[in-house]
């Protein structure tokens, strides 16, 4: 599979460097639409860099702000509790994140091309809604296989542009809730279970839970690096 062939050398400054041996570059591409990140949180970027304030930014920083997801061999007990808490804790560090900010500042992009945090925000509502029923079909299902999605085209929809945070933030509270109490109550044969995606093969639950689990830092670490690079 093309995510086997990405290697990623972290040099002795901020930036990361991610070079890969596929032949054409994923940049953008569809391939991993609604595998949960973005397709090209695993695709080489160019490491432009951009000015914010006095501080030197580049564009790998801005849309990586805690690394690109490596998905794990193994996980521990220790560690699936560990996601698990993260999961459970996103409504509130998420409702924490978006708190005060008005229409103006919802509707600025987190980057220069990017999502606007309320893009962003309803983004977890499909993304986890997504996951939410990945789980339960590998749960109840033999390794089913399951139904991509174009979330860039989610994305733009007249909803995700324009619908208020608070519909988003209500149903991932709820939902969390619901996720996160199937997710305590699996054993360790549930987690090795899994589903097909027809682009990127056999994914495993352990693996999903260590990806949501980013997931849900990488998005609210967008935000919170809006809002401290804008000072709001
Ligand atoms: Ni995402």
Redesign the pocket.
């Known amino acids: 599979m093309a995510l086997r062939n990405i290697t990623t050398v972290t040099t002795t400054n901020t930036f990361t460097i991610t070079i890969t041996s596929r032949a054409s570059s994923g940049f953008g591409c569809r391939k991993f639409a609604g595998a ?3 397709p090209a ?1 695993f695709a080489p970027l160019p490491l432009r860099t951009v000015y914010s304030g006095s501080k030197m930014t580049s564009q790998d920083d801005l849309r990586y702000p805690i690394g690109r997801f490596h998905a794990p061999a193994s996980t521990s007990a220790e560690e699936r509790a560990a996601q698990i808490e993260t999961l459970r804790r996103l409504p509130e560090r998420l409702g924490a994140a978006v708190d005060g900010l008005d229409d103006r500042q919802l509707d600025t992009p987190y980057r220069e091309g990017g999502w606007t945090v309320r893009q962003l925000v309803h ?2 509502a499909d ?1 986890h809604a997504n996951s939410y029923v990945r789980f339960k079909l590998a749960l109840t299902e033999e390794w089913p296989t399951i139904k991509p999605y174009d ?1 860039a085209a989610w994305a733009a929809l007249p909803d995700s542009r324009t619908l208020p945070i608070e519909t988003s933030l209500n149903w991932i509270e709820a939902m969390h809730a619901r996720w996160v109490a199937m997710l305590e109550s699996m054993s360790e044969d549930d987690f090795q279970k899994g589903f097909h995606h027809p682009e990127i093969g056999p994914q495993k639950l352990a693996t999903s839970l260590a990806l949501y689990a980013w ?1 849900s830092r ?2 609210t670490a967008h935000i919170t690096n809006l809002r401290a690079r804008m000072g709001w």
């Open positions: 949960g990140p973005s949180d983004h977890f993304s979330e997931h990488h998005h």
